[in-house]
C-alpha cells in the first residue's frame, strides 16, 4: 500500500556537497507529485528546509514536528501545512512515529541517525512495523551500511533484521520498496540458549 505519509530525517545544515540539497528537493518534488505528505523536524533550514520548501512549492502538504529548544535554534518553519511544537526530543519522535507510515534518512548528523536508529531499534523490538530507508547520496552512507553489515557479520543483528532495512540511492526504488514492504518476523536473540533463559 502507498504511505499516505513520508518522515525524513535530514540535515538542519546542508553539508559540504550541492548533491545534498539537490537530493532533497528532488525528494520533497516526488512525494507531493505522488500525493504522500512529508513530515520532518520542522525546521526552515538546512536540508530540512529544501525537503519542506519543495513538497509546499509542488503544492503537497507538510507537517512539522519541533521541540520548543529549536524553535529558536532550528528557525521554525511557519509556513508549512502544520506546525506541531512540542515539549521535548522524545515527544518528537512519538509524534513522528504516530504520523508517519515510514521513515526516510537523508545526509545528516548525530539527530538525523539518532531518530533513524530509533524507529530501526523499535521495528527490532516489534513496536512498530514501518519501513525504514536511508535514501543515498553520492555514497554519504555507504561506510555506516558497511558497519551495519559488519553487525550481522559478527552477530550482534539478525540477517533478516538487516534486509528490513532499505538502502540505495534510487528514488523509485526506494518509493517501490516501501509500497510493497512487508516487516521481517525475525527474532532478537540468535542465540537459541540465550532466547531460552529468558523465558
Known sequence: MKPRTLCV???SNSGSRPAYTERAIAL???LAA???GLVYGGGNVGLMGAVADAVLEAGGEVTGVIPEQLVGWEVAHRGVTRLEVVANMHERKARMFDIAD???ALPGGFGTLDEMFEMLT???LGIGNKP???LDVEGFYAPLVAMIDRMVEERFLHPDQRADLWHGDDL???LAWMQDYRPAQADKWMDEKRRGSLR
Do not use: P
Request: overall charge neutral; some cysteine; proline content about 0%.
Open 122 to 124: 523499535w521495528r527490532q
Open 9 to 11: 530525517y535530514c540535515g
Open 172 to 174: 523509485d526504488a526506494m
Open 28 to 30: 520533497g518534488t516526488r
Open 34 to 36: 505522488d500525493g504522500i
Open 102 to 104: 515510514g521513515f526516510v
Open 132 to 134: 525504514c530507508a536511508f
